[in-house]
């Protein structure tokens, strides 16, 4: 009786307590990430008319060009994996972890800075439109590496 198995998992011995917060502090800024990618996503699809009259013309565009700026993010992603990917391989996963998220930060961030049609004239309206469009592309590129 005293030949008993006991269940040795590794976060129950003193040597798998670190590897358990080594898990944990590789998993919570990838969660962290892909948290604020999605409640970007959900804030886009929220104030998307907001969007469409400040972004395309004076709402001239009608919703399409919004939600085909929205539809851009999805369409990169593979792309995205792709390149996170190999570069992963190249460089290591770490790495590549930690630029995709600060170019999805840095590419939301920069949505926010972008001059509208109403704010800056027509010429810069078009830059902040192509800038827009840009940035979508990168945040997609990002999510694909995630």
């Not at 570069?87 to 972008?114: E, F, K, N, P, Y």
């Amino acid at each position: 009786m005293g030949n008993e198995n006991q269940d040795q998992s590794p976060t129950s011995s003193a040597s798998g307590a670190p590897a358990v917060r080594s898990v944990l502090l590789r998993i919570l800024p990838a969660a962290g990430g892909s948290f604020i990618e999605w409640y970007e996503f959900a804030i886009y699809g929220y104030v998307s008319t907001y969007i469409t009259a400040n972004f395309f013309a004076g709402g001239r565009g009608d919703s399409l060009g919004t939600w085909a700026a929205f539809a851009i993010t999805f369409a990169v992603r593979p792309l995205g994996g792709a390149f996170f990917g190999a570069l992963a391989d190249r460089l290591g996963r770490r790495l590549a972890m930690q630029w995709s998220i600060v170019l999805m930060l840095g590419s939301t961030v920069l949505q926010g800075c972008l001059p509208s049609f109403h704010c800056c004239g027509e010429e810069w309206g078009w830059f902040g439109l192509a800038a827009l469009l840009f940035c979508r592309a990168l945040q997609g590129l990002s999510a694909g590496g995630e």
